[in-house]
């Protein structure tokens, strides 16, 4: 709908026909987005061919679980120098890679020339054009101001970043956390617990993004605090919503059928266990949460094991000296 505002015809590739045919006769996505028109601008084919055929751009949001197939369904029909964008906020299981990375491998293109699209973002205010600033980050830069200028309008204001690498990582192992804040609330914790599991909750993303290559101001940034701050608060997050549902004592198999959406910090929390290990850093939310969520322990129980741990410095040290050799 940015896209179309700013002039652009825009094609939407869907596995499904007949949301293709809603979106082209009706103009509306009524399982998605509810309520609203869409520009006619938006054109919708199951035709990936045709989807993609001498676009300049192609933006990709599918679910990181889908990732990989869906850019093998491109490729036979991707013309080597288009500008590739995603969207997708999560890792590939069990490789660990970044989506990026994955894009990059099955197009055989450079990593940097990925642009990656984040921050804080609900499409259902982003569609009725509610005022939003997001972040588009690739290491070349030319790309990525390519990307802001196609989406920047006075609704949606859009920033470059250098730290591809960090906006990832942020916009991925924040939906940990937001999970957590939902899980909080629907145990009837309250603001104190809320504030103290997003506080500390950046704290371990952060850390871990940081031992993994991220530079740690980008967690200061939109894709870290401002993407946290929507999805651990907010009525339209899945993540949130899931957590809720979890912490009133919900099986994980009910909540995921009732949301009929993906809610990626289910997968990135499986991520984050072997990432901690795999990189030698605390991660004790996502760890808690992990035993929760794979492991059937009681989330009470998790949250005792979080509040009880050993005394600590609130400054415990990041080791910036991975960051440091990354960007020499
Ligand atoms: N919803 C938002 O506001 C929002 C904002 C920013 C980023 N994201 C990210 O976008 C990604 C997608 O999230 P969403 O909210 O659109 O999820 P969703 O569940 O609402 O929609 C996912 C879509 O992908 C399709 N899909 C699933 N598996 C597929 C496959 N194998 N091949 C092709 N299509 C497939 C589904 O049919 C559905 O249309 C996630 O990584 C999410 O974190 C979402
Ligand atoms: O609805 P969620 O929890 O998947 O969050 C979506 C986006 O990441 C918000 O920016």
């Given at each position: 709908?940015?896209?179309?505002?700013?002039?652009?015809?825009?094609?939407?590739w869907?596995r499904?026909?007949?949301?293709?045919?809603?979106?082209?006769?009706?103009?509306?996505?009524?399982?998605?987005?509810?309520?609203?028109?869409?520009?006619?601008?938006?054109?919708?084919?199951?035709d990936m061919e045709?989807a993609v055929?001498?676009?300049?751009?192609i933006?990709i949001?599918a679910p990181s679980s889908a990732m990989r197939t869906v850019v093998q369904q491109l490729k036979p029909h991707y013309t080597k120098?288009t500008?590739i964008?995603h969207?997708t906020?999560?890792?590939e299981?069990?490789s660990?890679k970044?989506m990026s990375a994955v894009i990059a491998e099955e197009l055989d293109s450079?990593?940097?020339?990925i642009?990656?699209?984040?921050?804080?973002?609900?499409?259902?205010?982003?569609?009725?054009?509610?005022?939003?600033?997001?972040?588009?980050?690739?290491?070349?830069?030319?790309?990525?101001?390519?990307?802001?200028?196609?989406?920047?309008?006075?609704?949606?204001?859009?920033?470059?970043?250098?730290?591809?690498?960090?906006?990832?990582?942020?916009?991925?192992?924040?939906?940990?956390?937001?999970?957590?804040?939902?899980?909080?609330?629907?145990?009837?914790?309250?603001?104190?617990?809320?504030?103290?599991?997003?506080?500390?909750?950046?704290?371990?993303?952060?850390?871990?993004?940081?031992?993994?290559?991220?530079?740690?101001?980008?967690?200061?940034?939109?894709?870290?605090?401002?993407?946290?701050?929507?999805?651990?608060?907010?009525?339209?997050?899945?993540?949130?919503?899931?957590?809720?549902?979890?912490?009133?004592?919900?099986?994980?198999?009910?909540?995921?059928?009732?949301?009929?959406?993906?809610?990626?910090?289910?997968?990135?929390?499986?991520?984050?266990?072997?990432?901690?290990?795999?990189?030698?850093?605390?991660?004790?939310?996502?760890?808690?949460?992990?035993?929760?969520?794979?492991?059937?322990?009681?989330?009470?129980?998790?949250?005792?094991?979080?509040?009880?741990?050993?005394?600590?410095?609130?400054?415990?040290?990041?080791?910036?000296?991975?960051?440091?050799?990354?960007?020499?």
């Open positions: 709908s940015v896209l179309a505002d700013n002039g652009h015809d825009v094609f939407v869907t499904s026909e007949q949301q293709a045919a809603e979106i082209n006769l009706q103009h509306t996505n009524s399982r998605y987005l509810p309520g609203i028109t869409l520009s006619d601008r938006i054109v919708a084919s199951s045709e055929k001498g676009t300049s751009a933006i949001v120098g500008l964008i969207a906020k999560g890792f299981l069990p660990l970044r450079a990593e940097g020339d642009v990656v699209l984040s921050g804080p973002s609900h499409a259902e205010e982003v569609v009725k054009r509610n005022p939003t600033t997001i972040v588009v980050a690739a290491l070349n830069d030319e790309k990525a101001n390519y990307a802001r200028d196609l989406f920047m309008n006075v609704n949606f204001r859009v920033y470059t970043n250098r730290d591809q690498v960090g906006v990832e990582l942020a916009g991925a192992l924040k939906n940990i956390i937001a999970l957590g804040a939902g899980m909080s609330d629907g145990l009837g914790f309250g603001d104190n617990a809320k504030a103290a599991i997003i506080t500390r909750g950046l704290a371990e993303i952060s850390r871990v993004g940081v031992q993994m290559g991220a530079n740690p101001l980008t967690f200061s940034g939109l894709a870290g605090v401002g993407d946290l701050v929507v999805t651990a608060t907010s009525k339209h997050s899945r993540n949130w919503r899931a957590g809720y549902a979890l912490g009133q004592g919900k099986p994980l198999n009910e909540v995921l059928e009732a949301m009929g959406m993906v809610v990626e910090g289910i997968r990135t929390t499986e991520a984050a266990h072997a990432i901690s290990i795999k990189f030698n850093v605390q991660m004790p939310i996502a760890d808690q949460l992990y035993q929760v969520l794979f492991t059937g322990k009681d989330s009470r129980t998790a949250v005792e094991a979080l509040m009880g741990r050993d005394p600590k410095t609130e400054m415990e040290v990041m080791k910036l000296e991975t960051w440091e050799q990354w960007h020499k």
